[in-house]
């Protein structure tokens, strides 16, 4: 079975600090991506990444940027975090151009 | 632009057939997922449609109809576990980022 995971289910964090998400998934997928979740917005597409070191920004890439130094692991950073970042993020990973698997989630919380 | 529609809330009855729709406008449209989110949980994989008709796969069945830019999910005999939101994906040309839809929320009633 597929698994990914990420690092923290829940995370409270201030305004202003430097706040990391990790993702990592154990089944060799080339494809990995950060979504966050939003009431009435659905799921939105951050930051894309195809390969190691290899990153597209997706529709909502402002206030982020990522990170990814291996294969399995991907990672997202906000560099200073503010309250509208409060929100569920959720990663996933693929193979191809086949289903997106998704971590459990993380849901941050911005003071 | 790309614009994806979905009900917000739906309720069924246990045993009985809900029919979910989803509508969608998009460039280089490239197939079609449904994925099934129960409260506080991770969005898992139902179905992909990228040719119009029916895929069967179960209790679940997904239509797609290109030329109408049109979907539906299917739920047969409906379970009390099925109360979860019902998210349509669409794949943006070929790549493999998907825009999703604000999901259908689904309660199931005894």
């Known amino acids: 079975d597929v698994k990914v995971t990420q690092s923290s289910r829940y995370l409270v964090k201030r305004t202003g600090e430097k706040v990391f998400l990790e993702c990592v998934q154990d089944m060799d997928h080339e494809n990995m991506f950060w979504y966050r979740q939003d009431p009435g917005l659905g799921l939105r597409l951050i930051y894309f990444s195809y390969d190691v070191k290899m990153k597209e920004k997706g529709d909502i890439p402002e206030g982020y940027s990522v990170s990814r130094e291996k294969k399995e692991r991907f990672s997202l950073i906000l560099e200073s975090a503010s309250t509208n970042q409060t929100s569920m993020y959720l990663c996933?990973?693929?193979?191809?151009?086949?289903?997106?698997?998704f971590g459990p989630g993380t849901r941050l919380t911005v003071l | 632009g790309q614009n994806i529609d979905q009900p917000t809330e739906m309720t069924a009855t246990e045993g009985a057939i809900v029919q979910i729709n989803c509508t969608y406008q998009t460039s280089g449209f490239n197939g079609l997922f449904w994925y099934q989110q129960h409260a506080g949980e991770a969005p898992t994989f139902l179905s992909y449609?990228?040719?119009?008709g029916l895929e069967e796969k179960g209790r679940f069945s997904s239509f797609l109809s290109r030329s109408k830019g049109y979907s539906y999910l299917l739920l047969k005999e409906l379970q009390m576990k099925d109360s979860a939101s019902y998210l349509c994906a669409v794949r943006r040309g070929d790549t493999d980022k998907l825009i999703f839809g604000t999901g259908t929320r689904l309660q199931v009633f005894p």
């Open positions: 996933a990973s693929n193979r191809g151009k086949g289903e997106q698997f």
């Open positions: 449609n990228v040719l119009d």
